[in-house]
Every structure is written in C-alpha cells, then in structure tokens.
C-alpha cells in the first residue's frame, strides 16, 4: 500500500516567515521585490497616513506574510509579500469601539432572488 503525502515536489528551501528570514535566503532579491511591490499598492490605495502618535497610545505592530505562488504545472508564478496589521493585540473598547465587516449568508441571498423572481413571473401572468 502506497500513500501520497504531497502533490508537489518538494522545494530546495523552506518558505521563510519574517521578512528578516527571507533577506538570508538565496532568492532574497525575489522577496524584497515583492515585499517592495506590496508596500506600493498601500501607497496607491492610501491604505493608511501617517500621524503623530496621540499621548500614552502606542502603534499596532504588523507582520510580513510570504509565499511562492505556483501555477498549474507546478512552475514558478510569483513571490507574494502580504503586510498585515497585528490586530490581535487590540482590546475591545479601548483600542476600538466598534467593527464592521460587510457579509452576506448564502441563504439570503437565496431568498432575495427567489422572490425576485416571483415578483417578475408575477407581474408577467397579469393581463
């Protein structure tokens, strides 16, 4: 009896987790312009500003998440750099009062479409 563990073949280096990590790898070039391309697109998004720190406040921290991308043959696609902010270490309340996540439940929309078509057939039987 055979078991497969993995797919992919496996790659000459580990993926790093720090942005520190990824500077002593061979490909370091490859991750510095990704992390480089990711800090762009905040730029041109105007994901944040930057402000002085208001009295007794301190900055949430944040954390490089780095991946090789691969395409369906298995060959090279890309260096992904994602920077995200170290939310975890906020307190309701205190850090913020309220958060507000848009998303919708399959059911509803489900039913919104079901009576939206009810509406349409309808008003298309009436003379």
Request: with cysteine; aromatic share 12%.
């Amino acid at each position: 009896m055979t078991l497969w563990t993995s797919c992919k073949p496996m790659q000459p280096t580990a993926k790093p987790m720090t942005y520190r990590q990824s500077q002593h790898h061979s490909d370091a070039d490859l991750w510095h312009k990704a992390c480089q391309e990711e800090m762009e697109a905040h730029s041109l998004n105007g994901t944040w500003e930057i402000i002085k720190m208001p009295p007794g406040k301190c900055a949430i921290g944040s954390r490089w998440f780095l991946k090789v991308k691969y395409n369906a043959d298995d060959s090279l696609d890309r260096y992904k750099a994602r920077l995200v902010a170290k939310g975890y270490s906020q307190y309701p309340g205190f850090d913020y009062k309220e958060t507000f996540a848009p998303t919708v439940r399959y059911s509803t929309i489900r039913i919104v479409l079901k009576r939206r078509s009810t509406c349409t057939t309808q008003k298309s039987a009436k003379p």
